[in-house]
């Protein structure tokens, strides 16, 4: 029996409006930081050897890393919630491609599609742990994914001082205008076919953590 596809309504005019202001906020705020990013040309070897792959941090450090790979065509999976619906139009105003879908709906056929998009070379920026939580631990989604297309994952920390943490979930994290930021890359991270998708989501939680930890450091 086929997968029922279940649609996925166009944004309202207010989603659009509130995502074209959300954009020219967080573009002017970025566009302050004093941002260091460690270990990109190792990154970008490692995906194209990959011929595609993931670039991942925890839910709550999206800011910055969206805004920093904004304009080349990756990939990003988006709930199917009313918030989802307004990220998935910010991360299209960012020159995005944007895949809907999660666990409980449209996720069969949200897997198909970035499955798709992993053969044709495509990157995708991924949380782990979101779209929420809990907080720091990884979902199975992401290790499918990489283990059935054989890509690379490559584990991103990001950290600002100062910043505002918001109080939600993931404890998302705002960088102050003009704050140091320090977003590590790092190693390139790979699951083996006899691997449990237990064990290496345990493996990559281990990795995000300490490289955050190091990033909180550096900046």
């Known amino acids: 029996m086929g997968v029922i596809a279940e649609e996925i309504r166009s944004p309202t005019f207010k989603e659009r409006f509130i995502a074209?202001?959300?954009?020219?906020?967080?573009?002017?705020?970025?566009a302050t930081l004093r941002l260091t990013v460690e270990c990109e040309e190792q990154t970008m070897?490692?995906?194209?050897?990959?011929?595609g792959g993931f670039l991942v941090?925890?839910?709550?450090?999206?800011?910055?890393?969206?805004?920093?790979?904004?304009g080349r065509g990756y990939g990003t999976l988006i709930s199917m919630?009313?918030?989802?619906?307004?990220?998935?139009?910010?991360q299209r105003?960012?020159?995005?491609?944007?895949?809907?879908?999660?666990?409980?709906r449209r996720g069969v056929l949200a897997a198909r599609e970035a499955l798709t998009f992993l053969e044709q070379g495509g990157i995708m920026l991924m949380t782990p742990d979101g779209p929420r939580g809990p907080s720091h631990?990884?979902?199975?989604?992401?290790?499918?994914?990489?283990?059935?297309?054989r890509k690379v994952i490559i584990p991103g920390g990001i950290?600002?001082?100062?910043?505002?943490?918001?109080?939600?979930?993931?404890?998302?994290?705002?960088?102050r205008p003009f704050s140091r930021v320090r977003m590590i890359l790092g190693e390139p991270f790979y699951i083996s076919s006899d691997e449990t998708l237990e064990a290496a989501a345990e493996r990559l939680r281990i990795v995000m953590d300490d490289i955050e930890l190091k990033a909180e450091a550096r900046a």
């Open 20 to 30: 074209r202001l959300l954009t020219v906020v967080i573009r002017l705020l970025c």
């Open 159 to 175: 950290y600002a001082t100062p910043n505002w943490k918001l109080k939600s979930w993931d404890q998302y994290m705002v960088p």
């Open 81 to 90: 919630s009313r918030d989802g619906s307004l990220m998935a139009q910010y």
């Open 137 to 149: 631990i990884v979902q199975p989604g992401i290790i499918f994914l990489a283990k059935k297309s």
């Open 57 to 70: 941090c925890w839910h709550g450090r999206t800011l910055v890393p969206t805004d920093y790979f904004r």
């Open 45 to 51: 070897k490692a995906l194209q050897e990959s011929d």
């Open 93 to 104: 105003n960012l020159g995005m491609k944007t895949i809907r879908g999660s666990t409980k």
